[in-house]
């Protein structure tokens, strides 16, 4: 297409010659080309009132013909709205692929726009969170109503996940995670997991049963071991060593089921977390001179310091039991020349616990398994454990609201820390060290 200005230029300047002809032949001059003037205008205002019925009327297909620079005008346009036409349709086509995928899938799907009205469901959220068509442009809190999930909605904490009984079938429990996409929209995914909680209950159960069975029988060996070897003098030295032997692993297998009934207790959801006014630092001033008492002769130094009064609301049991199995960790994996510190200290609002030591360390691939149950770094590294220790601190942390913290490095030692939130203390915090070794 040649150049539209040109053949516009060369309108305008052939206008003007007629006009200023005209004027001479009709000794008008100004007059004629006022107008010659009007008359362009007039084509213009022809050509502008054909683009705004062409745009009304919304037949792309169709060109309106003309010349000069509003042909041009014509025909970018047509062609602007040729390929919106097929970006269009591909996005069409796009949608019809997206909403055919998610409604193939067994998990619910339903996205949700700024003000968490429902935008699109797939058929399993009809079936898992009973929505019916009709609900679309309904705010999702109004149709799903459990406290937990309105605060997990208005929280936005789309890190976690949130558990809640099916609206459409009480029988079904449903995990629901919440992406944030796009702008301010948001896709709820919801999945079925009875038959995954249900498995977990049984395991539960069956760790909980075995240990109480087991309990009584080796409650009874036990006490009948115990009673040989206060009498080992009567016994020959071969059979009393064995006798030790055995009062030694009876000990460990009951700390093992004390361990798995701690654990099954902590994880179960009917047993509430008492509301006790824990008072921190007596408490680990006990445990810290337990652990000196404890320790063999070629003991690790231990440092308590105190920097803060606060005590915590919570389970004193349960924070007894993961404290001292802080501390007594460290000092299990120290040698002679080591030192562990206990930091009890003052964060922001809230409160944090260090156990330090400058013992073996640990390596980087091996802290994110620490807290799995029965997992060890090394089975012959340092003297035995359940393997229990810590996954019942990271349980005990969890239902305090506490986040667990390990770090490490080899040959540097390791810290295990535990951060209280503010809500957890009961005591202001009147800052002050007081700190004891051993």
């Known amino acids: 297409m040649l150049n539209p200005w040109r053949s516009e230029l060369s ?12 004027g001479k032949l009709f000794h008008h001059p100004w007059l004629s080309i006022w107008v010659v003037v009007l008359v362009y205008l007039a084509h213009h205002l022809i050509h502008a009132n054909r683009l705004l019925e062409w745009l009304r009327g919304g037949k792309a297909s169709k060109l309106p013909q003309s010349t000069g620079i509003w042909e041009e005008i014509f025909y970018l346009i047509f062609r602007l709205r040729r390929r919106n036409r097929r970006r ?5 086509r796009m949608l019809e692929r997206f909403r055919t995928a998610t409604a193939a899938l067994p998990d619910a799907t339903v996205v949700l726009s700024a003000g968490d009205e429902i935008d699109w469901f797939n058929d399993a959220a009809g079936r898992l969170l009973g929505l019916r068509r009709g609900d679309i442009g309904q705010k999702i809190g109004n149709l799903i109503r459990y ?11 789309y890190d976690a996940t949130v558990d809640i009984p099916s609206p459409a079938n009480a029988n079904l429990q449903l995990d629901i995670r919440i992406v944030p996409y796009g702008e301010d929209l948001r896709l709820l995914v919801a999945q079925d997991v009875t038959q995954l909680r249900f498995m977990e209950r049984v395991r539960t159960d069956f760790v909980a ?24 003098g009567q016994i020959p030295e071969p059979q ?28 179960s959801t009917t047993h509430p977390l ?5 008072a921190v630092p007596q408490l680990l001033q006990a445990i810290v001179e337990e652990a000196q008492e404890l320790a063999v002769d070629a003991k690790p130094e231990i440092a308590l310091s105190l920097e803060t009064n606060s005590g915590l609301l919570g389970s004193e049991q349960e924070l007894r039991s993961a404290f001292s199995n802080l501390v007594h960790n460290a000092m299990k994996y120290c040698r002679a020349g080591d030192r562990v510190t206990v930091r009890w200290r003052p964060l922001g609002s809230g409160v944090q616990l ?42 005990v942390m969890a239902r305090h609201g506490a986040e667990f913290r390990i770090s490490s490095e080899l040959g540097r030692g390791s ?14 915090a009147h800052a002050h060290t007081d700190e004891t070794a051993g």
Do not use: W
């Open 209 to 232: 049963n075995v240990s109480h069975e087991l309990r009584t029988p080796l409650t009874v060996i036990r006490g009948y071991i115990e009673t040989l070897v206060d009498n080992a």
């Open 11 to 22: 309108l305008i300047l052939l206008a003007l010659l007629i006009g200023a002809f005209l």
């Open 88 to 92: 269009k349709k591909q996005l069409i």
């Open 147 to 157: 406290p937990k999930f309105n605060h997990y909605l208005a929280h936005a904490n």
């Open 274 to 278: 008492p509301k006790q006014r824990v």
């Open 240 to 267: 009393a060593r064995m006798l030790l032997r055995i009062e030694e692993q009876t000990l460990r297998m009951q700390s093992l089921i004390d361990d798995l009934l701690t654990l099954t207790r902590l994880e």
């Open 354 to 395: 260090d156990v330090s030591d400058t013992g073996p360390g640990i390596a980087p691939e091996f802290i994110p398994r620490l807290t799995e149950r029965f997992y060890r770094v090394d089975a012959g590294r340092g003297p035995g454990g359940t393997g229990l220790g810590l996954a019942i601190v990271k349980h």
């Open 415 to 428: 810290t295990f820390s535990c951060l209280f939130p503010g809500h957890r203390t009961n005591v202001d």
